[in-house]
Nanobody, 124 residues
Framework: QVQLVESVGGLVQPVNSLTLSCVLSGRTVSSGAMGWFRQSPGKEREFVAAIKGGSTYYSDSVKARFTISRNSAKNTVTIQMNSLEPEDTDDYVC???????????????????WGKGTKVTVSS
């Protein structure tokens, strides 16, 4: 059984940083693709970042601020979030899937397994 569990988020002040991790069981982080999405009530799930093979992918809104990485030894995927702003406030969820095509990495349908999500609030 594949399970994904995100670390606890929290409250962070604008411009500060926060790192989230996701531990994967029943599947390796190097298998297929791993992604991070975010979602707020009444809002569709939004792509944030993904990693597949040796390449990483980001949405325009987080590019140059966020960094996704994986640790095969710990079987975890991490997203480092820098220069956070109030608009980054959301529930963040990690996902895993067998996607082969890089063009599909931004789509929620490319991921079969999802974590429960963790709340990140950016406010002063």
């Amino acid at each position: 059984q594949v399970q994904l569990v995100e670390s606890v988020g929290g409250l962070v002040q604008p411009v500060n940083s926060l790192t989230l991790s996701c531990v994967l069981s029943g599947r390796t982080v190097s298998s297929g693709a791993m992604g991070w999405f975010r979602q707020s009530p009444g809002k569709e799930r939004e792509f944030v970042a993904a990693i597949k093979g040796g390449s990483t992918y980001y949405s325009d809104s987080v590019k140059a601020r966020f960094t996704i990485s994986r640790n095969s030894a710990k079987n975890t995927v991490t997203i480092q979030m820098n220069s956070l702003e109030p608009e980054d406030t959301d529930d963040y969820v990690c996902a895993a899937g067998p996607t082969r095509k890089t063009s599909q990495l931004r789509d929620t349908g490319a991921y079969y397994y999802w974590g429960k999500g963790t709340k990140v609030t950016v406010s002063s």
